[in-house]
């Protein structure tokens, strides 16, 4: 929008659907997105004015005239539309300056959506008329690489050293379905995956859409930069589940193809929604505690739901899965209106003009893009610990009901004391119950019945100020470390203080059958009814792509994922040992990055409690 119309343009086209509102509120509210962006012009200019200063001290003429160019292109965009590559790319990266600086606060993804497809025209017409060389793209495309990472110089550790230092989630969408659903992979596609192998920063985040559409030879050129960035670099979407899933949540079938990713791993409408990342996150494994303790937290002895009776007296699995759910719809509720409490307060209290003048449906409404003004409205509600939750379930069943092999009592009483003088107990259920994670029907017919059933009754739920509607995903973002002192020890066998699982991965550890069997598993979770997205970091060993032969095999792999049902895929790709060394020459690897969950982060700068997450994740070959 900008690229086309400018800010000018756009600016007159906000004083013309001021003049539609009679309500004194919508109209002040236009005005205020005038305000906002009539401030982009002078913001540009001052630019344009310091380049010019500079070169009038410059000797060297190559540097003189690249000055001069600089401020010629600082004086017209982002105010004016953009009519090459170098102005549109500068246009996009001062928007997006402006954007960063109105929603200053940890973590607001503010993500460029599918870069290639809009910034290609310019390219081609360029490149086509002369004016532009593949390397001289190739340099700006770098220099644009370099200033998504100056933000980190003047942040701080947040929370508990999770490694985004207030991170702004800067992702870049590339590939993918054209809206006519043919391959769109252009030339400008390709020179981004060189630019991303030389320039292995942590922003901008760069996301793959992946489709049926897409070319073997694309895909294996993925593979070459997976291999070559250790994986950290990418987030993988894969078209087919993610369009499905932006269906069936509401999305015309247009702006389903053309979803950008934001933030982590959301899928959202470009230019037409925006959807909050990590806005509300149950912990889905806390109500298998609730159910065995009849509603009160094991560690208060609180009653913080209502009674669902007293487990001991339940006469079939079915009854105690009714009462978890019953246990979870509760823990939904109270979840769902404390989320609903704090979006009132940031629609009354928070507004973002300059945002707003940026996202369809604000100016047409009169409204803030946080309060309901946008085409679609959505609130996001992160699952945390599926696998954690899936594989108590199962253990109950199993050892319960199905074998008695263990008394209702026995198991509550172990849990109670944390499996202390019960270690064999412990065993046996870690050990032998079935595992989400290994293409096993008995458990994952179980995680299924889960996710389907939060993440449907979600979506009957709407924030009553502002409209907007809750949806589901899984972005355990540091929460499956967060709530585990929290969590009493589960039937799984975990103790409490263990993590949870993260994402739909497999508990730690629990996926012995290879990769294959994981994303098995990942794919029966029937994640349409999750469209926010559903993040799973595969880890494998350095020697997994060392070749042509593992290289052919692993884009097999990333097919197989999307066949089977999954949406969004991160890598990692780097050894335990080099990450225990990392730990102890921290100097040594300063540039290390590594994936987390929806986010990647130098690994020296994470907290020791998340590398030590890191390294024990299960390293798989292909």
């Excluded at 906002?36 to 344009?48: D, H, L």
């Excluded at 109105?102 to 503010?110: D, F, K, Q, T, V």
Aim: charged share 30%; hydrophobic share 35%.
């Amino acid at each position: 929008k900008v690229l086309e119309k400018g800010f000018k343009g756009i600016k007159e086209e906000i004083e013309q659907q001021m003049e539609r509102h009679d309500e004194k509120g919508e109209k002040d509210y236009c005005k205020s997105m005038i305000i906002a962006i009539e401030g982009t012009k002078r913001f540009a200019e001052r630019y344009a004015e310091e380049a010019e200063k500079i070169a009038k001290g410059e000797k060297n003429e190559q540097r003189k005239k690249e000055l001069l160019e600089i401020a010629r292109i600082c004086k017209k965009v982002p105010w004016e539309p953009a009519e090459t590559f170098h102005e549109a790319l500068q246009s996009v990266w001062f928007t997006h300056m402006l954007d960063m600086a109105a929603e200053s606060y940890p973590g607001p993804g503010l993500s460029h959506g599918r870069f290639d497809q809009y910034m290609y025209p310019y390219y081609k017409k360029d490149i086509d008329e002369g004016r532009l060389t593949k390397e001289f793209a190739k340099e700006l495309l770098e220099c644009f690489w370099i200033k998504h990472n100056y933000a980190y110089d003047f942040m701080g550790f947040v929370g508990v050293k999770q490694g985004i230092t207030s991170g702004f989630g800067q992702l870049m969408t590339l590939g993918g379905i054209t809206k006519g659903g043919e391959d769109a992979v252009n030339e400008l596609t390709w020179l981004l995956l060189d630019v991303i192998d030389d320039m292995n920063m942590l922003e901008p985040k760069r996301n793959i859409r992946i489709s049926k559409k897409t070319s073997d030879k694309f895909l294996m050129r993925v593979c070459e930069s997976i291999r070559k960035t250790q994986g950290s670099a990418f987030l993988l979407n894969f078209d087919e589940n993610a369009i499905k899933g932006l269906l069936w949540e509401g999305l015309s079938e247009e702006d389903a193809i053309d979803y950008g990713v934001v933030g982590c791993l959301e899928n959202t409408a470009q230019g037409k929604d925006r959807s909050g990342t990590v806005d509300v996150n149950p912990n889905l494994a806390k109500p298998v505690e609730l159910v065995l303790n009849n509603g009160r937290d094991m560690l208060t002895g609180k009653l913080v739901t209502s009674k669902t009776g007293r487990p001991e007296e339940f006469l079939s699995y079915e009854e105690f899965e009714e009462a978890y759910f019953e246990q979870l719809d509760q823990c939904l509720e109270k979840a769902l209106e404390n989320a609903s409490k704090a979006d009132e307060i940031r629609a009354k209290y928070e507004p973002t003009p300059y945002l707003s003048s940026l996202i369809e449906g604000c100016a047409e409404k009169g409204k803030d893009v946080r309060n309901g003004g946008p085409v679609y409205n959505f609130i996001t509600v992160e699952g945390v610990g599926i696998a954690t939750a899936a594989d108590s379930l199962a253990a109950v069943k199993k050892f319960v009901y199905d074998d008695k092999q263990i008394s209702m009592e026995e198991l509550i009483e172990a849990i109670k004391n944390n499996f202390e003088g019960k270690e064999n107990l412990r065993r046996m259920l870690s050990t032998k119950a079935p595992k989400y994670g290994n293409d096993d029907d008995y458990v994952d017919s179980i995680a299924r019945n889960i996710s389907r059933h939060w993440t449907e009754e979600v979506f009957t739920r709407t924030s009553p100020y502002t409209g907007r509607r809750f949806r589901g995903g899984y972005l355990s973002w540091n929460y499956f470390i967060d709530f585990a002192p929290l969590t009493a020890a589960t039937p799984d066998g975990r103790l409490r203080g263990t993590y949870l699982s993260n994402g739909i991965q497999p508990v730690q550890g629990k996926d012995k059958k290879g990769p294959t069997a994981v994303i098995r598993s990942a794919g029966k979770l029937g994640l349409e009814t999750a469209p926010n997205g559903a993040s799973q970091v595969i880890a494998f060993s350095s020697a997994s792509l060392k070749d042509e032969e593992h290289l052919e095999k692993f884009a097999s792999l990333l097919r197989a994922y999307g066949e089977v049902g999954g949406t969004a895929l991160q890598i990692n790709m780097i050894d335990p040992g080099t990450l225990k060394d990392a730990q102890k020459k921290p100097e040594e690897y300063e540039n290390l990055l590594v994936r987390v969950t929806g986010y990647n982060a130098y690994f020296t700068v994470l907290g020791k409690e998340i590398q030590d997450e890191i390294i024990a994740r299960e390293s798989h070959a292909v």
